[in-house]
DNA sequence: GCCAACGTTGGC
DNA sequence: GCCAACGTTGGC
């Protein structure tokens, strides 16, 4: 048996999808839209309510880390992957058997200021994040430290 | 908009 | 189970 370890998360959004200033509009929202099953299953089998998420914005200018996140609730089926209107429609996915999750995620705080990709590439403390050379996941495990840093970078301008 | 990196699919 | 083709992500 081992405690659940892994508190502090980071997770991409294309801020013309969907922004931290759209997460602060709305309190909450679900994830949806995960469809990579590295991803997949980290939100099904390690996220936690109350786990801290840095919400990082993809796609942007500049791309960064935006804010604050906390999960609310943990993963269940993604029902987007049911609806054939939608572009996360995923004709494999059954209902009896779910292939995608999503958890629901609550808005903490946004940054003063978005802690950019560049710096992030150039600390050295925070070079060995997944975000440096496994750009492509969307959902990714961070540590306390890199957590912590970023989250004082984004509130000292 | 381009394109490199990389994840997924499907034929064999 | 391999791997070529294809599709997507995401930085720039």
Redesign the pocket.
């Known amino acids: 048996m081992m405690a659940h370890m892994s508190k502090f998360w980071l997770m ?1 959004s ?1 801020p013309g999808v969907y922004s931290i200033e759209d997460l602060k509009k709305d309190g909450n929202t679900h994830w949806e ?1 995960v ?4 991803a997949r299953n980290l939100m099904r089998d390690e996220m936690k309510v109350g786990d801290a998420v840095l919400f ?1 914005h ?4 500049p ?1 960064g880390v935006a804010g604050l996140a906390r999960v609310s609730r943990e993963a269940y089926p993604d029902f987007t992957c049911w609806d054939s209107q939608s572009r996360y429609f995923d004709p ?1 996915s059954t209902e009896s058997e779910p292939r995608w999750v999503m958890v629901d995620i609550e808005f903490v705080e946004a940054f003063d200021r978005i802690v950019t ?2 710096e992030i ?1 150039t600390e050295s403390a925070l070079s060995s994040m997944p ?1 440096v ?6 959902v990714q495990p961070v540590t306390r430290k890199e957590f912590e840093m970023i989250v004082q970078m984004g509130r000292n301008g």
């Open positions: 991409k294309e839209g469809r990579n099953y590295q990082y993809s796609n942007a200018t791309t494999k990709l560049e590439r975000l050379n496994r750009s492509r996941l969307s």
